[in-house]
């Protein structure tokens, strides 16, 4: 029997907030990954139907084997969610529910060997999509010190940033930084012993940086929750977890922007928006999960949901 390693986030509040409210509603789950959310909402919703998207075919391939029990029900697409729902294809109606989980899967971390963990000796990758793009090693071995020292930053809030940032510059004249454990070695020399000896690695922020500019994960989202948006069906809902402040400071704006009764740039001189608001927003503050649920994933402690039903008719937005 396959065994699944990834745990599903905030399952529970999901269920909830995302539930189906008619007969064969149409739920898109953006980052599907090893099927974890979807398998849950196919067996509670025995209507639903689903289309499962991921830029990644290996996983892909893995939720297809997962869900293939509900093979009428289920469709899938192999690519990036904003790229699916620009050109949306025809074929279907318009979804009722979109998820987005954009947490990385714990498959990625533990078996794909690219270099996502540096609990692992592997090549830095860390790429989703591995059909074409830089990977992290490119990054790291190119991009100058203080371009590298504000990715460091901007990407992940690395205090120490500049010091990293200088050290990996002066080791990469020696000979390109290729591995995940390279790496983690040449952050615990740059940074001070009491950083180097505190709750978590001294390396996750690096990592973390290196993973979210490779994937463009923050330069895309604002473009992908427009997208989806744009398509979901009025009194739909779109749920997004986020995984840390970055990515939840995008959702929270990008909801609150789409909830005022005029969205119009402030220099426009008079309102064309017709002062409706897009969205209503379910969850005020996001949802956090549980002391119980981070004592038993704590991966999960950083996740907050989002969830907002749309409002208005997509020619409107």
């Not at 084997?65 to 318009?94: I, M, N």
């Not at 490119?138 to 940032?165: H, T, V």
């Not at 990515?247 to 990008?254: L, R």
Request: aromatic letters at 8%.
């Amino acid at each position: 029997m396959t065994q699944y390693i990834h745990t599903p986030v905030l399952l529970n509040e999901v269920l909830l907030y995302l539930a189906p409210r008619g007969n064969k509603d149409l739920m898109i789950d953006c980052n599907i990954a090893e099927g974890n959310h979807a398998f849950e909402f196919l067996v509670k919703y025995p209507e639903l139907k689903l289309i499962g998207i991921d830029v990644d075919s290996e996983i892909i391939a893995v939720a297809q084997k997962r869900l293939e029990r509900f093979a009428d029900r289920v469709h899938f697409y192999t690519g990036w969610s904003h790229d699916f729902f620009a050109d949306y294809p025809s074929q279907f109606k318009r979804p009722d529910i979109i998820f987005f989980d954009l947490g990385i899967s714990s498959y990625h971390y533990k078996k794909s060997s690219r270099g996502f963990s540096f609990e692992n000796d592997e090549y830095l990758d860390m790429r989703l999509d591995i059909s074409g793009g830089v990977t992290a090693a490119d990054l790291l071995n190119r991009l100058p010190e203080q371009e590298l020292a504000d990715l460091f930053y901007n990407n992940a809030g690395e205090r120490y940033s500049k010091r990293i940032a200088s050290v990996v510059a002066d080791e990469r004249q020696k000979g390109k930084i290729t591995s995940t454990s390279a790496l983690a070695e040449l952050v615990k020399r740059a940074v001070p012993a009491s950083y180097r000896h505190g709750p978590i690695h001294p390396a996750t922020k690096v990592f973390m940086a290196l993973r979210i500019a490779v994937n463009g994960e923050l330069s895309r989202l604002p473009e992908l929750l427009r997208g989806a948006l744009r398509v979901l069906e009025p009194e739909g809902r779109l749920g997004v977890i986020s995984f840390h402040s970055l990515e939840d400071k995008i959702v929270k704006n990008f909801f609150r922007s789409m909830n005022k009764d005029c969205i119009c740039p402030k220099e426009a001189p008079i309102c064309r928006c017709e002062g409706r608001r897009s969205v209503n927003i379910l969850t005020k503050k996001g949802i956090a999960p549980a002391e119980d649920e981070i004592e038993r994933n704590p991966p999960s402690r950083s996740a907050r949901l989002r969830v907002a039903e749309k409002v208005l008719e997509e020619d409107s937005l």
